[in-house]
Every structure is written in structure tokens, then in C-alpha cells.
Nanobody, 115 residues
Framework: QVRLVESGGGSVQPGGSLRLTCKLTGANFRLVDMHWYRQAPGKERELVGTITSGGATEYVDSVKGRFTISRDNVYRTTSLQMNSLKPEDTAVYYC?????????WGQGTQVTVAS
């Protein structure tokens, strides 16, 4: 059974940093791309960034230069390092992968950026 479990959310002041981690079980982590999404209140879920199975990354323009996605194939985790956080980064963050033609989502973790 494919399962994604996120951790690391919380509250931080503007300009601060947080690191989110997502662990995959039930699938071959080395073969899948991993994605980070977020959903702010009243808004649609948006793709934040992706790390491919080969380690290539891409990001939405609003987080470029501030967020970094990495992966650890030994521990089967992907991480989202978020620096220089802004109030508009406040959202529930989700990791996602696709396996056997299906999308699998984590449970989500809240990130709140406020003074």
C-alpha cells in the first residue's frame, strides 16, 4: 500500500525558515517523481515544485530562489526547505507521487507565516 507521511509544518515569522519532510512507503522511491503542492484558504491547490527520480528540480516562480526540494533515496524521503518565508506562503502543504497510474497524496501539514 502506497503511503505518504509529511512532517515539519508549523508557525514562523516572516523571513523565517521551515523544512518539511515526506516519507514514502509501499512503492519504489527511486523510480518516482515527487511533488510538493500547497493550498491556501479559499484558493485552489497549486504545484510548488517537483523533483524527478533523477534529481532534477523545478519550481513555481513565486518560490524560486527561496524553496529547495531534495530527496534521499536511502531513507525514501523528500524534503522542502523553505527560506525567506512570506505571509502568502501560508497554506497546507502536501506531497504527492504517482504510481501504477494513480496519484497518492500525503495528509498535509500546515505552514503559517505571520508576525
Amino acid at each position: 500500500q502506497v503511503r505518504l507521511v509529511e512532517s515539519g509544518g508549523g508557525s514562523v515569522q516572516p523571513g523565517g525558515s521551515l523544512r518539511l519532510t515526506c516519507k514514502l512507503t509501499g512503492a519504489n522511491f527511486r523510480l518516482v517523481d515527487m511533488h510538493w503542492y500547497r493550498q491556501a484558504p479559499g484558493k485552489e491547490r497549486e504545484l510548488v515544485g517537483t523533483i524527478t527520480s533523477g534529481g532534477a528540480t523545478e519550481y513555481v516562480d513565486s518560490v524560486k530562489g527561496r524553496f529547495t526540494i531534495s530527496r534521499d533515496n536511502v531513507y525514501r524521503t523528500t524534503s522542502l526547505q523553505m527560506n525567506s518565508l512570506k505571509p502568502e506562503d501560508t497554506a497546507v502543504y502536501y506531497c504527492k507521487t504517482r504510481n501504477w497510474g494513480r496519484d497518492f497524496w500525503g495528509q498535509g501539514t500546515q505552514v503559517t507565516v505571520a508576525s
